[in-house]
């Protein structure tokens, strides 16, 4: 009797541990017509598909002014700055992202069914990833540098077309990288890989966003 009563209570703590480990997963939870501004920023920020990056560096800077002697300049006080940056990586072809898009445009009473229609129906051709935040240009100064690469076969790919798109109030920046399905007639993500980094160079050095494409599935299937 008590091994049963043990055993048990034992499915209830693991469910009850399933249930809270899923709790607040929105894209789990309910249709992207009930998620809220809570559910959509926690997609676009913390959710399998969104990855947030902090960066910190240095910057040199003069700080005074300087004279002549002997032929040269002296004199030039330096101060070293340290740079601090918060990017977001975001994998925006997938569907569940592309609907957090949409979302976000009838939560904020901008939507446009059109738009949004063409939106969600059909596939992007090509893998997109966006980089948003307010130094986005100065974190990625080389943007045709940044690349995809799958860990397993550790093939890099390079982005074909890249945007940059900036507010008009230049609060808010953002590029967009586009990446090819298939290479040389294969898939360039092939269906054995578990996890995909993206890298880039900044001027604070290089910095890469890592994606478990485990857990970037919509029913049972990658959704990329």
Request: with cysteine.
């Amino acid at each position: 009797m008590k091994t049963k009563l043990c055993g048990r209570i034992l499915v209830i703590v693991i469910l009850a541990a399933v249930t809270v480990l899923r709790a607040g997963e929105p894209w789990k939870d309910k249709p992207f017509t009930e998620w809220g501004e809570k559910d959509v920023w926690k997609m676009l920020e913390k959710s399998p598909w969104a990855k947030r990056i902090h960066q910190a560096g240095t910057r040199r800077r003069s700080t005074g002014s300087s004279r002549m002697e002997g032929g040269g300049v002296v004199g030039i006080p330096i101060n070293i700055d340290e740079i601090r940056h918060a990017l977001t990586v975001v994998w925006s072809s997938a569907l569940t992202v592309r609907e957090v898009l949409v979302r976000q445009r009838q939560l904020q009473g901008t939507p446009n069914k059109e738009d949004s229609s063409q939106l969600l129906s059909q596939q992007p051709e090509n893998y997109e990833i966006r980089v948003h935040g307010p130094a986005v240009s100065t974190c990625c100064p080389e943007p045709y540098s940044c690349y995809l690469q799958p860990r397993r076969s550790k093939q890099a790919i390079s982005p074909f077309k890249v945007q940059f798109v900036r507010q008009d109030d230049e609060s808010w920046t953002e590029f967009r990288f586009y990446f090819v399905r298939n290479l040389a007639g294969k898939p360039a993500i092939g269906p054995d890989e578990k996890k995909v980094e993206f890298y880039c160079q900044s001027d604070s050095g290089p910095f890469k966003a890592v994606f478990d494409l485990r857990k970037m599935t919509r029913n049972s299937k990658p959704d990329l």
